[in-house]
Every structure is written in structure tokens, then in C-alpha cells.
């Protein structure tokens, strides 16, 4: 029979830990995007941020430290605004594509 494993006796994880890379972190926004939860962006923002070093982030973007822990905190709402310095300030952007597997794709525009 095999051990049972306590929650509390996990490790704490913390994603800035696989957050190495310029890769990694397009990887990990692509993912969040995708997902299409904002709150979730907010959060993901906040831990590149950590990653990268919050103080840097918030001077890079034109931000006080703790304006920018508030905005980024997984309840967060954050305007574009601050979104759009962020990303600027850690060096990414946002792109638009196509999304093929949208049923509307394709079809001529009824307007």
C-alpha cells in the first residue's frame, strides 16, 4: 500500500522559480492568454514581475512598487493601461492572430 501524502507536507510552489527565461515567460503569457481569464493575467504579470525583480518593473513601467503589487495581485482588475506598461517594462507584447478554431472564423462580416 503506498504512503499517503498530507497537502501540508507538500512544498510550496511558486512559478517565478520556472520563470528563467525570455522563453519561459512567453510560454507561461501565451498559457494565461489563452486562457482568457483576466484576473488571471493580472496574477501572471505579478509573478513575472517578482521574477524579474519588482522594483526594476515598477520604475521600468513608470509605477510605485506597492501600485504595482496592487494591481498585480491574483484579485486584481487592472486597466489596460497598466497591463500595457507591464508588458513594456518587462520587454513583450501582446499580438493578435486569427483564432481558426472560433466557429465565425472566415466568414465575411455582415455589418
Known amino acids: 500500500m503506498s504512503k499517503k501524502i498530507k497537502v501540508a507536507d507538500l512544498p510550496e510552489f511558486d512559478v517565478t522559480e520556472y520563470l528563467g527565461s525570455e522563453q519561459d515567460i512567453i510560454e507561461y503569457l501565451t498559457a494565461v492568454l489563452d486562457d482568457g481569464d483576466p484576473a488571471l493575467l493580472a496574477a ?16 521600468a513601467s513608470g509605477m510605485t512598487r506597492e501600485g504595482l503589487y496592487k494591481a498585480l495581485r491574483p484579485d486584481a482588475q487592472p486597466r489596460f493601461e497598466t497591463v500595457a506598461k507591464v508588458l513594456k517594462a518587462l520587454g513583450v507584447r501582446l499580438r493578435v492572430e486569427r483564432d481558426d478554431d472560433h466557429p465565425g472564423t472566415g466568414r465575411a462580416c455582415a455589418c
Open 44 to 59: 501572471a504579470l505579478g509573478d513575472i514581475a517578482r521574477a524579474r525583480g519588482m522594483t526594476e518593473i515598477a520604475r
